[in-house]
C-alpha cells in the first residue's frame, strides 16, 4: 500500500513517520520546504517526544514525481488546501484522501478534484524542531471516517449511542404528538354542514366577536362615588 502525505509540517510529519515503521505501508511525502525535504530523503524523518522513531520515506517537491497511491493524508494549512490538492490530485486518481486540517471547508475543497474524500480529526501537539526533525509532547489521536474506535468496545458504544438517539427521538414525538382532530374540526365554517340525509344545515356565520355588554354607571362603584360627591357639593336650598 502506498500512502502520500500531502504538507509534511508538524502534523504531517506524525503521520508519515509513524506509518514509515509499517512494512506494508510505503509512503510519500510532498512539501515545498526544499531544505526539509533534502533532509528527509538524506536522513529519514526522525519524530522525537512521546517515542523516538525515524522513518524512512521518499519526499519530494514536485507534484508531478508523486507516484500513484492508494491513499491520501493532507495536513496543509487551511489556506493553501486549494493549491496542494489542484497539484497532487493526479496520484489519487484512484485512491482515497482524508484531511486531518482545521478550519471548514476543507472536504469540499478535496471533493472538487478527488473523487473519494474522508473527513478526519487529529489532536497531535508537536512542531518542526529542525528539517527532518519533529518533536512531539503527545501521542497523535487520529479519527476518520464514521467509525471513531475499533473493536467491540466501540461498537458497544455506538450501539448506545444509536439507541440513546432513538429514544430520546421517540419521547419527543410523544410529547409533540396532538389528538386526532374531528372531521367537523376540519370543516370550513363558511361550508354548511353535510347530514347523512343529503340536507344542508344553516351555514355558520364568521362574523366579529360580541362587544361587552356595558353595565350602566348607576349599578358600578365608580357610579355610585359620582353620585355621592354630587349630592354632597349640591347647595341646600334656604327656606
Known sequence: ??????????????FAANLAQLDDVEVW?????????????????RLSGAGEIVGKLSATTDAAKLPPSDFGIVATKCMHTAAAIE????????????SVQNGVGN?????QHVERV???????????????????????????????????????RAARRRLH??????SRGRRRARPPMA?????????????????????RRRGRRAAATRLPA?????????????SSSTPTPRS
Do not use: K, W, Y
Open 218 to 230: 348607576s349599578s358600578t362603584r365608580a357610579g355610585r362615588s359620582r353620585r355621592r360627591r354630587r
Open 87 to 98: 497539484a497532487t490530485a493526479g496520484a489519487f486518481a484512484n485512491g482515497s484522501v482524508c
Open 107 to 111: 472536504e469540499e475543497t478535496l471533493a
Open 165 to 170: 438517539a432513538r429514544r430520546h427521538a421517540d
Open 183 to 203: 372531521q367537523a374540526d376540519l370543516q370550513r365554517g363558511d361550508e354548511p354542514d353535510r347530514r347523512a340525509d343529503g340536507a344542508h344545515a344553516r351555514p
Open 1 to 14: 500500500m502506498r500512502v502520500t502525505i500531502v504538507g509534511c509540517g508538524a502534523v504531517g510529519s506524525l
Open 118 to 156: 474522508i473527513r478526519g480529526t487529529t489532536f497531535p501537539a508537536g512542531r518542526v524542531v529542525e528539517p527532518a526533525t519533529c518533536s512531539g509532547t503527545s501521542r497523535a489521536t487520529r479519527r476518520s471516517g464514521h467509525s471513531s474506535r475499533a473493536g467491540a468496545h466501540g461498537r458497544r
Open 29 to 45: 511525502a510532498f512539501d515545498l520546504d526544499r531544505e526539509h525535504v533534502a533532509a528527509m530523503n538524506e536522513h529519514g524523518l
